[in-house]
C-alpha cells in the first residue's frame, strides 16, 4: 500500500483508479460531529466489509516526524480502554472475521472482513478504540522495532523500492509525495510515544471519518448503528490539511542510484494533474487514457515500441492515479538486461512519447482503451474490499463518492486530439526527473 | 418493510447455516470435467482450464519449459499472429491469462458477458491453435531470462531456488515453475511442442467456471468451441512417484542485506492426505493464522523481531513444501531462529490448548465464506477440487471436517510434523567476514 511500492502494481493500479458501483446505489448520512457513512448493499454471500477511513495519512506529518501516520496505524492494534494489546485482532478472528490496515499519503483506513450478522459488533469495537486508545509507552517500544524491519523488508533491502523512493524525493520540492509513507530510517529511530499521543490528539477526530461498509447489510440498520457508536463521540475541529502547491520543474533532473542488484533500472517520473470533478474532467480522463493506451491491455504501446520492436527493456510499464490530492507523480519505468542500456530506452522512451504527441491515434486503440477502463470498473464489483476501498479513497481526497459516473462520462468522451494533447502538454523530458539503478556488484555468491 | 425483514434473518440464521451455493458439473464426451457456480450479480464470468501441464513436465535441466509454454499460447496463435491477437483481446476487453504450477497448467479467462463469445472462441484458439513462431519465442524466453535473474534480487526467490534443490533434488518438483537463468537457455521450441502434444489433453483436463451464465448456456459454448479437441495425457496426474524425504541441512547463502531471511523447510502432506485437515488446522494456530498464530505472536508481538512470520504447505499430488519463513535484521537472526525452535518443540511436546484449538476453527469457520466471495476465488476453489478429484460437496462439507478436528489429533500431528530435526534450514543475509 506504500507509494514506494506503486510500481509493482501497475496495471493492478490502473484497473483500480476506478471501480464500479452505479453512484445511484450507494446510500450516505451525515452525523452532526461530522462523521460520514456511505454504504453499499451488496447480498450475494452473508459477509460484509467495514472499513473506517481517516482524513490523515503521511501528508500530515512534520518534518523530522515522517512515518508517524504509518506508526500510528500500528499502534491502533496496540490496546484501548477496554482491549488489551492485540485483542481487537483477536475478537475479530473469533468471529470469523479478518483485519488489517493500510496507510497512504493521503488516508489511513482500517478495515474488517466479517460475518454480515457481527456488524454493530465490529462498529462498537471501531469507536471504542478510536475514542480511548491506550498508547502504552512499552507497546510502541516494541512496535517501532517491527515497523523498521517493515522498512528494512519493504524498501532498504530492495533496490527497486529505494530507486522510486530518491526518485520522488528528488522529484519534487513542497509536495509531501516526496517522503515515504513508511518513514525515512532516521526518523523513525527517533519517533517517541509523544509524537504519537501529539497525532492522535490533533488528527483522530470526528470530522475526519468516514465510515464504509459494503455487503449484506441493511442502510437503515447501520445508519442506527453507527448513530450511537461513531456518531456520538465529542466533536473537535481537524487541523487543516497540509496541501502545498508544488512549483513547476524549471528543466529536467537526473540521479543515480548505486546498490547491490541483478540488473539495472530507469525509472522516469513528472507531477501531472489530478481530478477536480467540473473543472478539469476532459484534461484528466484523457491522462489516464493516454496511460491505458501506454501501459494497459495486451497491445500497450511501451511493451509493443520497446521491448518487443527495439528491445530496448525486457520489461516496462507506467502509471498514473487520477485520484491524488493535489497532484499525482505520473511514471513510467524499465527492466533492463545487462546489454540493454539506459540511454536507449530514455532515448527510445521519448521517441514515442513524441510520437504520440504529434499523431493521433487510431479510433481502433482509443475506443479499446476505453472499453478496458470501463470493464475493469465491472471486474472490480467482483471484490467486497476493491468497492470499498473505491468508496473511502473518493470520499477521503474530496472528490465524493458520487461522482463516480461523471467519471465513467468523462473517460467515454476522450477523443483522439485530448490524449494528443494532454501527452504534449505533460508528458514531458523538460518536466521530468529520470533515475537510473546502476548494479553494483556484490563479492558474495548469495545471488 | 422487505429491508427489515431481510435484515431480521440475517440475524437469526446462524452464520454457518448459510447454503453455499452447489457445484454443478458436467464430463463432455471428450472427457473434459465442467464445473459450474452460477452468481448473477454482476455482468461478468470467470473461468480457469486446468491441465496436467505443471512445471513437473519439464525435461531435465530444462525448468521453466512449461511456463514458458504457457506464456506462447496466449501470446499469439496459428490465425492471429501476436499484434492482431493483442488488438483483437483489447477490443473486447478479454482478459485472458495463462500460468503454471508445480502440477498444473491454468488457462483462465475473466470476461464481460456481452463478449462470452468472443471470449471463449479465444480461450480456445489459444488452446487448440498454438503459433509456435520462432521470433515471439525467441523474444519471450530472452525476457524471461532477465527477468529470472531479476527476481534474484529478491532474498525470498534465493531461499526458494535452494529449497527446492535441498528437499526435491532432482525428483521433478525440484525447480521453480518459473524456472533460472541457465535452465531457461537451453530450451528450444521443441521441448515446449513436446509438453503440448503430450499434455495438453481434454482427459482429465478441467474447465471451472463462475458468474452470470447457466449450465445449458455454457455447455452450449463449450461444444462450439471446444468440442472437436480430442485425446488423454500421456502421464497422468498421479503418475509421480513420492520425493525422499531430507532432513537436518543447512544452507547459508550471502547477500548484501541489512536483514537475514531464514526459511524452515520440510517435505508437507499432500492433497489427498487422509490427515489433511488436522493438519491445516494446526499449522493455522503455528503460523498460518497471520496475527492469531502462535509464531505472529511470540516473534512478532512479544519481541518486535519481525514484520511477518509464516507457515504454509502447498498441498500438491505428492508431498510438496511445508515452509516457515521469517526476515529480521541480521545480528538479530539467532535470537529469532532460536524463538521459532522454541515454539516448534512446545507444539511438537503437544503442549496446546483446546482453546486454542477452538479459537483457530472458530476463525476458519467463520471465515470460510470469505474464501469464495468473489468469481475468481470461486474458480480457483473449484479448480482445485477437480483438478485433484476431491467430492463435488467439498465446500459443504468443509466446515464440519474443520469442527471434527480434535485436540488429540492436533498433538498427534504435530508431534509427526514439527519435530524440528526434521526440518531442514536455509538462511540468506549478509555473512560477517
Known amino acids: 500500500m506504500h507509494r514506494t511500492l506503486l510500481f509493482l502494481a501497475l496495471v493492478c493500479s490502473l484497473m483500480t483508479s476506478s471501480a464500479a458501483w452505479a453512484a445511484s446505489h450507494l446510500k450516505s448520512a451525515h452525523f452532526p460531529n461530522g462523521v460520514k457513512l456511505v454504504v453499499d448493499e451488496s447480498h450475494e454471500a452473508p459477509v460484509a466489509m467495514v472499513q473506517v477511513w481517516l482524513k490523515v495519512g503521511g501528508r500530515d506529518e512534520q518534518p523530522g516526524k515522517t512515518g508517524l501516520a504509518h506508526v500510528f496505524e500500528h499502534m491502533m492494534f496496540k490496546g484501548s480502554r477496554k482491549l488489551g494489546p492485540g485483542e481487537f485482532s483477536k475478537r475479530i478472528a473469533a468471529i470469523g472475521g479478518n483485519d488489517n490496515a493500510f496507510t497512504t499519503h493521503d488516508y489511513t483506513a482500517y478495515f474488517e472482513t466479517i460475518p454480515a450478522s457481527r456488524v454493530d459488533e465490529v462498529l462498537s469495537m471501531e469507536a471504542e478504540r478510536f475514542a480511548h486508545l491506550r498508547l502504552d509507552a512499552q507497546e510502541f517500544a516494541k512496535e517501532i522495532r517491527v515497523i523498521q524491519e517493515e522498512r528494512r523488508m519493504r524498501t532498504e533491502d530492495d533496490p527497486n523500492s529505494r530507486l522510486f523512493e530518491e526518485l520522488s524525493a528528488t522529484a519534487l520540492r513542497l509536495h509531501p509525495y516526496r517522503n515515504p509513507v513508511i518513514g525515512w530510517m532516521q526518523d523513525l529511530k527517533h519517533l517517541t510515544i509523544e509524537d504519537v499521543r501529539a497525532f492522535y490528539k490533533a488528527h483522530y477526530v470526528p470530522e475526519n471519518v468516514i465510515v464504509v461498509i459494503v455487503g449484506d447489510v441493511d442502510f437503515e440498520h447501520v445508519r442506527a448503528v453507527v448513530g450511537r457508536t461513531f456518531g456520538r463521540l465529542k466533536p473537535r475541529q481537524a487541523p487543516p490539511r497540509f496541501t502545498p502547491v508544488e512549483p513547476e520543474p524549471l528543466g529536467p533532473k537526473r540521479l543515480l542510484v548505486r546498490l547491490p542488484a541483478q540488473l539495472p533500472m530507469v525509472a522516469i517520473t513528472m507531477p501531472v494533474p489530478v481530478w477536480q470533478p467540473g473543472k478539469n474532467d476532459r484534461e484528466v480522463a484523457a491522462l489516464a487514457v493516454a496511460t491505458q493506451i501506454l501501459a494497459g491491455g495486451y497491445g500497450a504501446r511501451l511493451q509493443r515500441e520497446l521491448v518487443d520492436r527495439e528491445r530496448l527493456a525486457f520489461q516496462t510499464s507506467a502509471g498514473y492515479d487520477p485520484f491524488g490530492m493535489g497532484i499525482d507523480l505520473w511514471f513510467a519505468y524499465g527492466m533492463l538486461g545487462p546489454k540493454q542500456s539506459a540511454e536507449h530506452f530514455e532515448a527510445g522512451f521519448w521517441r514515442l512519447i513524441g510520437q504520440l504527441a504529434s499523431h493521433d491515434i487510431g479510433p481502433a486503440v482509443l475506443e479499446a482503451a476505453k472499453r478496458s477502463i470501463i470493464a475493469d470498473e465491472v471486474f472490480a464489483q467482483d471484490s467486497l474490499y476493491l468497492r470499498a476501498k473505491e468508496i473511502g479513497r473518493m470520499e477521503v481526497v474530496g472528490i465524493g463518492a458520487e461522482h463516480r459516473d461523471a467519471w465513467l462520462d468523462a473517460v467515454r468522451k476522450v477523443t483522439s486530439s485530448d490524449v494528443r494533447e494532454v501527452i504534449h502538454q505533460w508528458i514531458r523530458a523538460d518536466r521530468a526527473t529520470t533515475g537510473v539503478l546502476q548494479p553494483k556488484t556484490h563479492r558474495g555468491g548469495g545471488a | ?433
Open chain 2, 1 to 433: 418493510m422487505r429491508l427489515v425483514l431481510a435484515c431480521l434473518a440475517v440475524v437469526l440464521v446462524p452464520f454457518s447455516a448459510w447454503a453455499i451455493p452447489p457445484i454443478q458439473q458436467a464430463t463432455l464426451a471428450n472427457g473434459m470435467n465442467v464445473l459450474l457456480m452460477e452468481a448473477h450479480d454482476v455482468p461478468m464470468v470467470a473461468m480457469q482450464l486446468t491441465l496436467p501441464a505443471g512445471s513437473r513436465f519439464d525435461p531435465p535441466l530444462k525448468g521453466g519449459a512449461a511456463a514458458l509454454l504457457a506464456a506462447m499460447l496466449t501470446d499469439h496463435t496459428a490465425r492471429h499472429e501476436h499484434d492482431a491477437w493483442a488488438g483483437f483481446l483489447d477490443q473486447h476487453a478479454l482478459r485472458l491469462g495463462s500460468d503454471v504450477d508445480k502440477d498444473a497448467m491454468h488457462i483462465s479467462l475473466t470476461v464481460l458477458r456481452e463478449s462470452l463469445n468472443e471470449g471463449m472462441g479465444a480461450l480456445s484458439e489459444a488452446l487448440l491453435h498454438p503459433g509456435w513462431n520462432e521470433k515471439r519465442f525467441s523474444i519471450l524466453r530472452q525476457d524471461a531470462i532477465f527477468a529470472a535473474r531479476k527476481a534474484l534480487e529478491e532474498p525470498g526467490v534465493v531461499a526458494s531456488v535452494a529449497a527446492h534443490g535441498m528437499l526435491y533434488g532432482d525428483h521433478p518438483y525440484g525447480h521453480r515453475s518459473e524456472g533460472s537463468p541457465d535452465s531457461l537457455q537451453r530450451i528450444n521450441m521443441a521441448d515446449l511442442q513436446s509438453i503440448y502434444r503430450r499434455q495438453a489433453k481434454p482427459e482429465g483436463a478441467v474447465l471451472a467456471v463462475s458468474g452470470d451464465i447457466t449450465m445449458p448456456e455454457l455447455l452450449r459454448l463449450v461444444r462450439q468451441h471446444l468440442g472437436s479437441w480430442a485425446g488423454r495425457p500421456s502421464i497422468g496426474r498421479q503418475d509421480i512417484a513420492n520425493p525422499r524425504p531430507v532432513r537436518g541441512q543447512q544452507s547459508i547463502l550471502d547477500m548484501p542485506t541489512t536483514q537475514t531471511l531464514i526459511q524452515f523447510v520440510r517435505l508437507g502432506p499432500a492433497r489427498n492426505a487422509p490427515d489433511f485437515f488436522p493438519v491445516f488446522v494446526l499449522n493455522h494456530m503455528l503460523g498460518g493464522g497471520g496475527f492469531g498464530s502462535r509464531l505472529m505472536e511470540e516473534v512478532r508481538e512479544k519481541r518486535g523481531l519481525v514484520y511477518g512470520i509464516y507457515s504454509y504447505f502447498v498441498p500438491l499430488t505428492v508431498s510438496g513444501p511445508f515452509t516457515i519463513m521469517l526476515q529480521t535484521r541480521a545480528d538479530q537472526a539467532d535470537e529469532a531462529e532460536h524463538i521459532v525452535r522454541q515454539v516448534m518443540q512446545t507444539f511438537a511436546s503437544g503442549r496446546i490448548s483446546q482453546r486454542m484449538l477452538d479459537a483457530a476453527k472458530m476463525h476458519l469457520v467463520g471465515s470460510f465464506a470469505q474464501r469464495m466471495d468473489s468469481n475468481r476465488e470461486r474458480v480457483a476453489l473449484m479448480s482445485m477440487i477437480g483438478f485433484y478429484g476431491l467430492p463435488l460437496d467439498y465446500l459443504q462439507t468443509w466446515s464440519e471436517h474443520v469442527r471434527a478436528v480434535t485436540l488429540q489429533q492436533v498433538r498427534q500431528e504435530a508431534m509427526r510434523w514439527l519435530k524440528f530435526d526434521d526440518w531442514n534450514v536455509i538462511r540468506v543475509g549478509p555473512i560477517k567476514r
